[in-house]
């Protein structure tokens, strides 16, 4: 008990202890700090009402650099049944600092948006016209899904797998996408796993699957 009542009493000892106490404090901080700000990397906030391009005069700025024209006439058609069209801050610069961004889906009869993830930004999809399957798969692998009719909204968690799919064998569906990032990323899994350069003896364990079938997964992303 004197030994303790002694240290409690040292001056050295507390001043010591407070020492590490800020220093520790201090450090949380830091990393603190520098998770938050690679958080808001993607989309930096604004300390202006709004961003535009180096280079331009805030005076003429219009309504004209507030509008995007570019899904006039819908997405555009693919061999794959799905055309899309997305409008980033890449396409649209207003976008810059706010956070958001859209994209527009046309699936035809049977046509599939197949299973990818956005690493940087949530999304949440409005069904436009037709009717479309979607599902999103969590860290534990448990997949939840639904058919959504035209009016239904679906949100994906932000960096969770997920795919849109329009069953119908007769109709078409068109679905509008909004991003809770100005470039919400797209990494699409069939063709960033089997379409990259990953050595085929990482792709057979991962998988479980023969060297011949990731050959013929890989032809399928050319």
Same mark, same amino acid.
């Given at each position: 008990?004197?030994?303790?009542?002694?240290?409690?009493?040292?001056?050295?000892?507390?001043?010591?202890?407070?020492?590490?106490?800020?220093? $520790?404090?201090?450090? +949380?901080?830091?990393?603190?700090?520098? +998770? +938050?700000?690679? *958080?808001? #990397?993607?989309?930096?906030? %604004?300390?202006?009402?709004?961003?535009?391009?180096?280079?331009?005069?805030?005076?003429?700025?219009?309504?004209?650099?507030?509008? &995007?024209?570019?899904?006039?006439?819908?997405?555009?058609?693919?061999? /794959?049944? %799905?055309?899309?069209?997305?409008?980033?801050?890449?396409?649209?610069?207003?976008?810059?600092?706010? @956070?958001?961004?859209?994209?527009?889906?046309? !699936?035809?009869?049977?046509?599939?948006?197949?299973?990818?993830?956005?690493?940087?930004?949530?999304?949440?999809? !409005?069904?436009?016209?037709?009717?479309? /399957?979607?599902?999103?798969?969590?860290?534990?692998?448990?997949? &939840?899904?639904?058919?959504?009719?035209? @009016?239904?909204?679906?949100? !994906?968690?932000?960096?969770?797998?997920? &795919?849109?799919?329009?069953?119908?064998?007769?109709?078409?569906? *068109?679905?509008?996408? #909004?991003?809770?990032? $100005?470039?919400?990323?797209?990494? =699409?899994?069939?063709?960033?796993?089997?379409?990259? $350069?990953?050595?085929?003896?990482?792709?057979?364990? #991962? +998988?479980?699957? =023969? #060297?011949? /079938?990731?050959?013929?997964?890989?032809?399928?992303?050319?």
């Amino acid at each position: 008990m004197a030994n303790v009542e002694s240290l409690s009493a040292d001056p050295g000892a507390g001043g010591l202890a407070s020492k590490n106490m800020a220093n $520790s404090l201090a450090l +949380f901080a830091t990393f603190a700090l520098l +998770f +938050f700000t690679t *958080v808001q #990397a993607a989309d930096p906030e %604004l300390t202006t009402d709004f961003s535009i391009p180096d280079g331009t005069e805030e005076s003429k700025v219009d309504g004209v650099f507030f509008t &995007y024209t570019g899904l006039r006439g819908g997405a555009p058609s693919s061999t /794959t049944g %799905l055309g899309h069209k997305s409008v980033s801050v890449k396409d649209f610069p207003a976008l810059n600092g706010l @956070g958001v961004s859209l994209e527009l889906l046309e !699936f035809a009869p049977g046509a599939v948006n197949v299973p990818h993830t956005h690493p940087r930004g949530g999304e949440i999809v !409005f069904v436009v016209d037709g009717s479309v /399957t979607v599902g999103t798969v969590d860290s534990n692998g448990k997949l &939840y899904k639904n058919v959504l009719q035209k @009016g239904d909204v679906f949100v !994906f968690p932000k960096g969770l797998p997920h &795919y849109q799919a329009n069953f119908d064998k007769n109709n078409k569906a *068109v679905v509008v996408s #909004a991003f809770g990032s $100005s470039n919400a990323g797209t990494v =699409s899994l069939p063709k960033n796993l089997f379409g990259s $350069s990953i050595p085929d003896e990482v792709l057979t364990k #991962a +998988f479980k699957i =023969s #060297a011949d /079938t990731i050959q013929q997964l890989r032809t399928a992303q050319n």
